[in-house]
């Protein structure tokens, strides 16, 4: 054998030195076939190669409240987000002809506006094709900012003041209903199937707050109800004391608060503690498993709309709550199924453009059509969700309860 392997290499070797023709036949039918293994090894080896190429890394950006008391709800948007990448980088994608997989990048945004600054310009620095954020409007307006100025999509999976997409950019896109639509059902539901005589409206002046207070106050007095005082907090107040003996003085029978659950929590306990007998009102950001958990025994009747449908009747709500658990072994805590389908709309808009320069799938965003876990998504001229549904909730028996669905058709 070993004698063997020596006359084709002494036959290879002579074919270099000579023509074709100057080949003895034997030789010539080994020189040919030894040419044609080297040339299948060659091609193999390149088609192998391109097969394993590593694939760009495609950097997509999220920014929320990952400290603070806000933080369970930011971890939220980052487990539904990392979902959404996860399941597009199991399908291997390929953009422009070139494998890539998609990364999600985070900043704590601190649930504060100019921390959401420099969180937003941090993103844009480290070359993110788009961003899955920010949580509440008060960040969201001054972010949009930056991502405008960088040209690049801000998806916005919680923000429901409609300041922010009245901005005017093109960059900016709302994943759920606004507050001008939610502020206007919720003052006709405290009106018409709660029958109250007497709301007191309290705000703590952020402006996702304050604008709901004033929608919800439009609402109101469009229905015929009757609004006996407005107080204000800030989002910092833990203690409603002052705020409370005050609207005891008014006797009012329900009290709308135009905030969130780590402060709606502890101004349902000094409800119960006074003795006040107004049942209390929210509208966007008290459904989650933080309110329940500070609020105890105290949160029993709130009631609440949230943007969105309930869990169990989103289109793809059951199995993503199934997979969410399963994946970090905790309930959804507020909006992980929106930002799911922010960074999943956004991932479609680039394969359809088959392109990560914004300039190229901004045009695609603003025209889509997407079925979602959360619903039907497109967007109007303004960046806002087309057709967007409502749910309110009470707290019964220790949990948030579905009670009417508004909206959605």
Known sequence: MFRQHQEQDRHVANATHAGAGDIPHHGRRHWLALACALALTI?????????????????IGLAAPLSGASARIGKDLEYGAQLALDDANAKKPVIDGQPVQFKLLSEDDQSDPRA???????????????????????????????????????????????????QGFKT???????????????????VEKLKAKRIAVIDDRTAFGQGLADQFVKGVKKYGGNVVTREYVNDKTQDFSAVLTSIRGKNADVIF???????????????????????????????????LGLAGKDGEGVIALEPGLPVTDMPGGKSFDQRYQEKYKQPIELHAPFAYDAAAVLIAAIQKADSLAPARYLPVLQQIKYQGVTGQISFDGEGNLNNPAYTLFEVRQGKWAPAEILGGK
């Open 43 to 59: 091609g193999g080896s390149g088609s192998a190669l391109a097969q394993t190429t590593a694939p760009k890394t495609v950097l």
């Open 172 to 190: 900016s896109f709302r994943l759920m209903g606004h507050d001008d639509i939610g502020g206007e059902y919720t003052g006709r539901y405290v």
């Open 257 to 291: 608060f135009g905030g969130v659950d780590a402060q709606a929590a502890p101004l349902a306990r000094r409800i119960r503690q006074l003795g006040l007998k107004a049942r209390l009102v929210g509208a966007g950001g008290f459904v989650s498993q933080t309110f």
């Open 116 to 166: 959401a600054v420099g969180a937003a310009q941090r993103l844009v620095d480290a070359g993110v094709v788009g961003v899955v954020g920010h949580w509440n409007t008060g960040t969201s307006i001054p972010a949009a900012r930056v991502y405008n100025t960088a040209g690049i999509a801000q998806l916005a999976p919680a923000s429901t003041g409609r300041q922010y997409t009245a």
